[in-house]
């Protein structure tokens, strides 16, 4: 499943070059917003020009591999009605996504590295803190991955009910790209919306492993953020679960 997801991704050379370019572009163009909006200036809200820069092209490549442009497979499957054979595999339709999902990420990779180059060659990137910084980065990026994948997967599963998704999945988009600090580091929302993002799962998928790559101790430190992703991904799980015991009662296929 895993293999078949990311030749799916990497199958239309045009969508990958297309996606490639897409990433590059951004990534110049985020280097060179954020240089210009620190211009003359040290510092905003403490925090430097080099990691205000390094932070915007790190949090769209993470936000490019684990937030692809759909939320799983399951809506054009539910859509085609290819939901019925699925149905019967020893794998269940969950499992099924989930390794769909990985496969995805491994298609983007790709782009992720171009971008990833292009900022060094730029010097938009700032190295991590400490090597501790950085296998925490790692450890809360992959973690914070499978968050995202999950909480993708419980919006997709609308489909049983809407078979069309695309609504409910630009709301959640909007709301994660703005929630998670993937659009605007969080260190520059007003402090009474602090909290209330804070006490949402989406900080915890890039927010806060950017946080530990620039040396900075996130809400609750290495530790709390461990918790706090792994907390979220056994009350997600539980969500999943349910949603789906719900929804294969409610199968409707192409036919009957």
């Known amino acids: 499943m895993i293999r078949l997801g990311a030749k799916n991704a990497l199958y239309f050379r045009a969508n990958v070059i297309l996606s490639t370019v897409s990433?590059?572009?951004?990534?110049?163009?985020?280097?060179?917003?954020?240089?210009?909006?620190?211009?003359?200036?040290?510092?905003?809200?403490?925090?430097?020009?080099?990691?205000a820069v390094s932070y915007a092209v790190i949090a769209m490549l993470l936000w490019h591999i684990a937030v692809p442009w759909q939320l799983s497979s399951i809506p054009a499957r539910v859509r085609e009605g290819t939901i019925a054979t699925d149905l019967i595999r020893p794998v269940g339709v969950v499992g099924q996504s989930l390794l769909q999902s990985?496969?995805?990420t491994v298609g983007a990779i790709p782009g992720a590295v171009v971008g990833?180059?292009?900022?060094?060659?730029?010097?938009?990137?700032?190295?991590?803190?400490?090597?501790?910084?950085l296998l925490g980065f790692l450890l809360t990026s992959a973690l914070g991955w499978l968050l995202a994948t999950m909480l993708n997967l419980a919006v997709s599963m609308v489909a049983f009910w809407t078979t069309d998704t695309r609504g409910p999945f630009y709301v959640y988009r909007a709301i994660a790209s703005f929630a998670s600090g993937a659009l605007v580091p969080?260190?520059?929302?007003?402090?009474?919306?602090r909290p209330?993002?804070?006490?949402?799962?989406?900080?915890?998928?890039?927010?806060?492993p950017l946080?530990?790559?620039?040396?900075?101790?996130?809400?609750?430190?290495?530790?709390?953020?461990?918790?706090a992703q792994a907390g979220w991904?056994?009350?997600?799980?539980?969500?999943?679960?349910?949603?789906?015991?719900?929804?294969?009662?409610?199968?409707?296929?192409?036919?009957?």
């Open 116 to 133: 990833l180059a292009i900022a060094v060659a730029l010097g938009g990137l700032t190295p991590p803190a400490t090597a501790a910084a």
């Open 196 to 208: 209330v993002l804070d006490a949402l799962p989406f900080g915890l998928q890039v927010f806060a």
């Open 102 to 104: 990985v496969g995805g």
């Open 186 to 193: 969080l260190w520059f929302i007003p402090s009474p919306l």
């Open 211 to 227: 946080q530990l790559w620039h040396g900075q101790a996130p809400l609750g430190g290495l530790w709390g953020v461990l918790a």
């Open 233 to 256: 991904l056994v009350a997600i799980a539980g969500i999943v679960a349910l949603i789906t015991w719900r929804a294969l009662r409610k199968v409707v296929i192409n036919g009957g």
């Open 23 to 51: 990433v590059a572009f951004q990534t110049v163009l985020l280097v060179t917003v954020w240089r210009a909006v620190y211009s003359g200036r040290g510092h905003v809200a403490g925090v430097s020009a080099a990691d």
